[in-house]
Each structure stands twice: as structure tokens, then as C-alpha cells.
Nanobody
Framework: QVRLVESGGGLVQAGGSLRLSCAAS????????MGWFRQAPGKEREFVVA????????RYADSVKGRFTISRANAKNTVYLQMNSLKPEDTAVYYC?????????????WGQGTQVTVSS
């Protein structure tokens, strides 16, 4: 199990930017693919973006391509989500997750989530 703690959420106006961070502990960070998911009120949790353990591969949901960027600093055991051109529909609780499998659809470890609210 990997312990994950997200930070960086908040309230931002439409068109603005936020950067989320997720600090990991407990295992060798570079062995784990990392993902960001989000859950809006009344909706199912959805995949946003994932990055491989080395950082060499990424995949994005179509809804965030060109606006969000995932990156990781393995020396700091941290993954980041840079969110630009935010829209009200990006409002959700954002969760980071870790799994040994980059293509996993069921991540093994989850953070507690951080709220992102985009006002129109």
C-alpha cells in the first residue's frame, strides 16, 4: 500500500489555473503508475489522467486534453496536476491514486481527495 496525500485544491474563476500535488509514502514511488480521478456531485468518479512510473508515458481523458498536464518528481515522491483554462464543469473532488499497473482500471491506493471549485 502507498499512502497518498493531495493538496492544492481551492476556488478559482473560470479560465484560471490550479496545481494539485500528491505526496506519496510507504513504497518505492517510481514503481507505481499514478493517476488522477475526479468525482463531481451526483456523478460517478471518472478518470482524468495517468502517468507511468518513469514519467515517460501519459494518457488523458478527452475532456482535459490540452488543458491539464500531469508530471511527477520521483526524487520527491510527488505527482502534480497542472490545470489550466479551468471550466465550471471541472468542479469536483480530485483524487490521486497509485497502482503498479499503468493500464489499471482499479487502482490499489487512493488519497483522501481535494476539492476544486471553478466559478463561472
Amino acid at each position: 500500500q502507498v499512502r497518498l496525500v493531495e493538496s492544492g485544491g481551492g476556488l478559482v474563476q473560470a479560465g484560471g489555473s490550479l496545481r494539485l500535488s500528491c505526496a506519496a509514502s510507504g513504497r518505492t514511488f517510481s514503481n507505481y503508475a499514478m493517476g488522477w480521478f475526479r468525482q463531481a456531485p451526483g456523478k460517478e468518479r471518472e478518470f482524468v489522467v495517468a502517468i507511468s512510473g518513469s514519467g515517460g508515458s501519459t494518457r488523458y481523458a478527452d475532456s482535459v486534453k490540452g488543458r491539464f498536464t500531469i508530471s511527477r518528481a520521483n526524487a520527491k515522491n510527488t505527482v502534480y496536476l497542472q490545470m489550466n483554462s479551468l471550466k465550471p464543469e471541472d468542479t469536483a473532488v480530485y483524487y490521486c491514486a497509485a497502482d503498479r499497473n499503468y493500464y489499471s482500471t482499479v487502482y490499489a491506493s487512493w488519497g483522501q481527495g481535494t476539492q476544486v471549485t471553478v466559478s463561472s
